[in-house]
C-alpha cells in the first residue's frame, strides 16, 4: 500500500514534525548566485531549512471536492464583485476620498461606523460558533491563507507534478527543465498574485478605470504600493510561507483550544479501531495478528498541508481540512475496511462509542445556543436598524469666528454651518426653520431660494444665518432646535431636529 519514498528520505515520524513524510530535508549547498534560477531556489532552501519543507500528496474524495468548491466560490466573489454595477456604479466600493462605502444599494458614511463595529462583533462571534461546533472549519476551507495556497499547490502539481515528482524535481541537479518548470510555476504564481493585488484595490478605486491608468502608468502612489504589497504577499505567503502561517503567525491556532470541547466535531483519529498499527496483507487476518485498522500507510500524513500526524490526536496545526479523511477513506476501502477510521467527531463520540445521530445530538449544547441566539438578536437588530434609519442627516456647526452680530432692523444674528448628507438613492428638498427663540428666522446664504436640493448619495455644506429680534432674550446663550424638513420623490416626508445654541450680545 505504501508508495516507495525517494532516496535520503526516511518513513513519517510520530511528531509529524519536518517533511509531510516525517524526513529531514535533504541538504542542498547553496548556489553561485549567477546561475539561473538561483535566488528563487535560495529562497526554497532557506525556507525549507528553517521549517522542512512539506509536500502534500493530491487526495480525491468528499472533503477535497468541498474545498474546489468553496476556493470557487470565494474567488468568485472575491475577484467578481469589484465588477458588479449597481444603479450605475460600483456596487461595491470603499471611497476613501470621498468617504463614502457603497454596498449595494447602501451607503455608509463615517458617522455609519456604529455598523462596522455591529459586523465586526457578528462576524467574531459567528466564528466562535464555527469552532465551537466544528473547530478550525474556517481555517481549512474559507480562510484566505488556505484557499490561495490550494490554489498555488494545483498550479505547482500541474507544472512540477505530484509529490514525488516534485520531491525528486527538488532533489535534482539544475537542468534546462528544471529551470523551465520552476520559472512557468513562478510566472504562474506571480500572475495569480498580481490579479490579486489588482482586485483588491479595485475595492477602493473604480476597477473599471483601473486597467487604463495601469497601462498609462498613472496609477497613484498608495494604489501602485497596496497592489504591489497585496500581490507580493499573495506571492510569498501561499507559494512560501504556506503552513507556517497557519502554524506560528495565525493567533486563531492558539486559542481555539479555549472554544472547543470534548462534544466538538473535530478530525480525529479512532484509536480504539486502529491499534496497534502495522503493515499486513489484504487477505490476512489482521485481527488474529493482534493489528488494529490502521495499515500505517502514512498517507494521511503524506496529504496533510501542515505535516502533521493526525493520530497522534488532534494538534493545534490542524487546519480540520479533512483531506487524512479522505486519504484514509480510500486505503479503507482497498483494504475492503469500514471507512471513518479518521473522520470528523466529537471526543465524547469516539471514547465512548456514540453513533453519528447521538454525536450530532449533542452539538445543541448550552454554548452553541447562547452563540447562535446572540449572532441572531445582533443580525435582526442589525437589519432592522438599516431598514428603519432616517437617510437624512443633519449636523449644525456655529461659526466660532463670530458669536453673534447686529443686522439691521433691530435683529440679532448667529451664522452656522449645516452639514446636510442624503444617505438615500433618491434626490431631496429641503426646508429648514428654527425653534426655541420668539421669532426665530431661517436664511440660506447665497442662495435666493430657501429650499435646499438634495442630490442622491450627496453630502453638502450650507451657510446657514438664524435672525432673532433683539428683545426676544436677554444676553447670554440660548437653546434653539434647528429643524429639516425633506420630500422625497416617493412623496415620504423626512425630518430631522438638532439641538444647538443661539448667542444674545449684551
Not at 505547482?156 to 518548470?181: H, M, N
Not at 441566539?373 to 445582533?378: D, F, K, Q, R, S
Amino acid at each position: 500500500m505504501q508508495q516507495p519514498e525517494p532516496s535520503g528520505r526516511s518513513k513519517p515520524k510520530a511528531s509529524g514534525s519536518g517533511d509531510a513524510d516525517g524526513g529531514t530535508p535533504a541538504w542542498r549547498p547553496q548556489q553561485p548566485a549567477a546561475r539561473p534560477g538561483a535566488a528563487v531556489e535560495m529562497l526554497e532552501q532557506t525556507l525549507a531549512e528553517v521549517r522542512g519543507k512539506i509536500y502534500p500528496r493530491s487526495v480525491s474524495g468528499v472533503f477535497a471536492r468541498w474545498r474546489i468548491v468553496l476556493v470557487f466560490l470565494t474567488q468568485l466573489v472575491f475577484y467578481g464583485l469589484p465588477w458588479l454595477q449597481w444603479n450605475g456604479r460600483q456596487a461595491v466600493l470603499f471611497d476613501l476620498g470621498a468617504r463614502k462605502f457603497y454596498l449595494f444599494g447602501l451607503v455608509l458614511w463615517p458617522q455609519d461606523v456604529v455598523y462596522l463595529a455591529v459586523l465586526l462583533v457578528i462576524s467574531a462571534l459567528a466564528l466562535f460558533l464555527f469552532t465551537a461546533v466544528a473547530g478550525r472549519l474556517f481555517c481549512g476551507y474559507a480562510c484566505p491563507q488556505t484557499v490561495y495556497t490550494e490554489i498555488f499547490m494545483w498550479i505547482e502539481r500541474k507544472v512540477e507534478g505530484d509529490r514525488l515528482a516534485r520531491i525528486r524535481l527538488d532533489e535534482a541537479s539544475w537542468t534546462p527543465r528544471k529551470l523551465r518548470l520552476k520559472l512557468a510555476k513562478h510566472a504562474l504564481w506571480i500572475l495569480v498574485a498580481w490579479w490579486t493585488g489588482y482586485s483588491f484595490i479595485g475595492y477602493f478605486a473604480p476597477i473599471r478605470g483601473l486597467g487604463l491608468d495601469l497601462l498609462a502608468l498613472q496609477l497613484g502612489p498608495w494604489q501602485w504600493f497596496w497592489m504591489l504589497f497585496y500581490g507580493f504577499a499573495t506571492w510569498g505567503n501561499a507559494g512560501f510561507m504556506r503552513e507556517s502561517v497557519c502554524k506560528y503567525m495565525c493567533p486563531y491556532a492558539r486559542f481555539q483550544s479555549v472554544m472547543v470541547d470534548p462534544d466538538t466535531f473535530v478530525v480525529t483519529y479512532d484509536k480504539g479501531r486502529g491499534e496497534p498499527r502495522g503493515g499486513r496483507s489484504r487477505k490476512a487476518d489482521y485481527k488474529a495478528a493482534g493489528l488494529g485498522d490502521c495499515v500505517d500507510c502514512s498517507l494521511c500524513v503524506q496529504v496533510c498541508p501542515t505535516g502533521i500526524d493526525i493520530r497522534d490526536g488532534l494538534q493545534y496545526m490542524c487546519i480540520g481540512c479533512g483531506a487524512c479523511i479522505d486519504a484514509c477513506d480510500q486505503v479503507m476501502g482497498k483494504m475492503q475496511y469500514p471507512a471513518g477510521l479518521i473522520r470528523y467527531a466529537s471526543q465524547h463520540a469516539v471514547e465512548q462509542g456514540w453513533p453519528a445521530r447521538q454525536a450530532r445530538a449533542r452539538l445543541l449544547r448550552p454554548r452553541v445556543l447562547v452563540y447562535g441566539g446572540v449572532i441572531l438578536a445582533l443580525a435582526t437588530a442589525f437589519v432592522a436598524t438599516l431598514a428603519l434609519r432616517n437617510p437624512l442627516r443633519v449636523d449644525v456647526i456655529r461659526d466660532r469666528g463670530i458669536l453673534a452680530r447686529e443686522a439691521s432692523g433691530g435683529l440679532i444674528e448667529n451664522v452656522y454651518r449645516l452639514q446636510l448628507i442624503n444617505t438615500s438613492g433618491s434626490a431631496m428638498v429641503l426646508q429648514l426653520q428654527a425653534t426655541g427663540l420668539p421669532g426665530l428666522d431661517v436664511h440660506v446664504e447665497r442662495q435666493h431660494d430657501q429650499e435646499i436640493a438634495l442630490e442622491p448619495y450627496a453630502n453638502k455644506l450650507v451657510p446657514v444665518v438664524i435672525r432673532v429680534p433683539a428683545e426676544a432674550a436677554g444676553p447670554g446663550s440660548h437653546p434653539i432646535v434647528v429643524q429639516a424638513r425633506a420630500h422625497g420623490a416617493d412623496g415620504r416626508v423626512l425630518a430631522r431636529d438638532e439641538a444647538s445654541s443661539f448667542y444674545m450680545p449684551d
